[in-house]
């Protein structure tokens, strides 16, 4: 256990649903991230949040779109997704984002987009 | 991973050394990472290096050169549960705090 959870841990949906994906860190850290991880592919930032507000946007679709309400919770919400966009989506959260912050992922959610 | 090179696949033998070598572009590098990641499970940090030399964590250590963009990780003693995905990662710090770019990583087999 990283401290980090993720929910839900598998998904499966239709290109014209809607799904929210959950995050949240029980670390007491500042900093949360979205990443993609597709198969033979390297992990892909998508997005980051300082003290709630999005500092990093990493050119992605804007069928994704994150949410912060809080320092502890973070959501992916997603709406007419693509088959491509079937991945494994990794939360992560850091004390700040400068200098050696280590991240501390959370356990991902399957995605399969149908 | 964007302008990161580490080799693909790796096999060892349980209680030998092996060393995992990473490349990268050096322009606006600030540090290193290696994460270990078991198939299906998050990565899992395991070191950082931000200056030249070796950090020793146990069976785990690790080497950096910041001049040669070059890093390596070593594992003593190898275990069977060692046999995961090793994770190089570039850390660069930017005007909205570090970020961080990973390797395809380096699937080890450890076998009797």
């Known amino acids: 256990e990283t401290g980090v959870t993720q929910t839900p841990r598998h998904l499966v949906m239709g290109m014209t649903n809607k799904k929210s994906l959950k995050c949240e860190q029980h670390?007491?850290?500042?900093?949360m991230y979205w990443y993609k991880q597709s198969a033979k592919k390297p992990l892909e930032l998508m997005f980051v949040y300082s003290l709630e507000e999005r500092v990093e946007n990493n050119s992605v679709p804007s069928r994704f779109s994150p949410e912060c309400p809080n320092s502890s919770h973070l959501f992916l919400h997603l709406h007419t997704l693509q088959p491509e966009d079937s991945a494994l989506y990794l939360c992560a959260s850091s004390q700040g984002t400068s200098g050696n912050n280590e991240q501390f992922f959370g356990p991902g959610t399957r995605l399969t987009v149908l | 991973g964007q302008n990161i090179d580490q080799p693909t696949e790796m096999t060892a033998t349980e209680g030998a050394i092996v060393q995992i070598n990473c490349t990268y572009q050096?322009?606006?590098?600030?540090?290193l990472f290696w994460y270990q990641q078991h198939a299906g499970e998050a990565p899992t940090f395991l070191s950082y290096n931000v200056l030249d030399g070796l950090e020793e964590k146990g069976r785990f250590s690790s080497f950096l050169s910041r001049s040669k963009g070059y890093s390596y990780l070593l594992l003593k003693e190898l275990q069977m549960k060692d046999s995961a995905s090793y994770l190089c990662?570039?850390?660069?710090?930017?005007?909205?705090?570090?970020?961080?770019?990973f390797g395809t990583g380096t699937q080890l087999k450890v076998e009797l």
């Open positions: 990662v570039r850390e660069r710090v930017t005007g909205g705090g570090n970020k961080l770019t």
């Open positions: 050096t322009s606006g590098f600030n540090g």
């Open positions: 670390l007491g850290h500042n900093a």
